[in-house]
Nanobody, 119 residues
Framework: VQLQASGGGLVQAGGSLTLSCAAS????????MGWYRQAPGQQRELVVT???????NYADSAKGRFTVSRDNTKNSVYLQMDSLKPEDTAVYYC??????????????WGQGTQVTVSS
């Protein structure tokens, strides 16, 4: 199973970006998906997770500015980021809990995509 993330880049403060992530491979079902981020010198932190039924769990830093969505038919998750701030600068990682059979579930990470917000 692989997670392929895309959509990062450089944006000015107040701007928007949309991140995308698709899971591929030998997949029985994708359960929770989400996004984490890691700024230089800091630990990786939760941005948002979204359950298979679409119910989200946002970190306080993301509430009101970021919107997560997913497409179960494409095993994909998306993150619309608005009103970006310089402190949002980080490498963003896609995460997914993937069932590879009826009885086995594993956690997978994407390769990370850089988001840089200039002031």
């Amino acid at each position: 199973v692989q997670l392929q993330a895309s959509g990062g880049g450089l944006v000015q403060a107040g701007g928007s970006l949309t991140l995308s992530c698709a899971a591929s491979g030998d997949i029985f079902r994708v359960n929770s998906m989400g996004w984490y981020r890691q700024a230089p010198g800091q630990q990786r932190e939760l941005v948002v997770t979204v359950a298979r039924d679409g119910s989200p769990n946002y970190a306080d830093s993301a509430k009101g500015r970021f919107t997560v969505s997913r497409d179960n038919t494409k095993n994909s998750v998306y993150l619309q980021m608005d009103s970006l701030k310089p402190e949002d600068t980080a490498v963003y990682y896609c995460n997914a809990e993937v069932m590879v059979s009826k009885n086995y579930q594993y956690e997978y990470w994407g390769q990370g995509t850089q988001v840089t917000v200039s002031s």
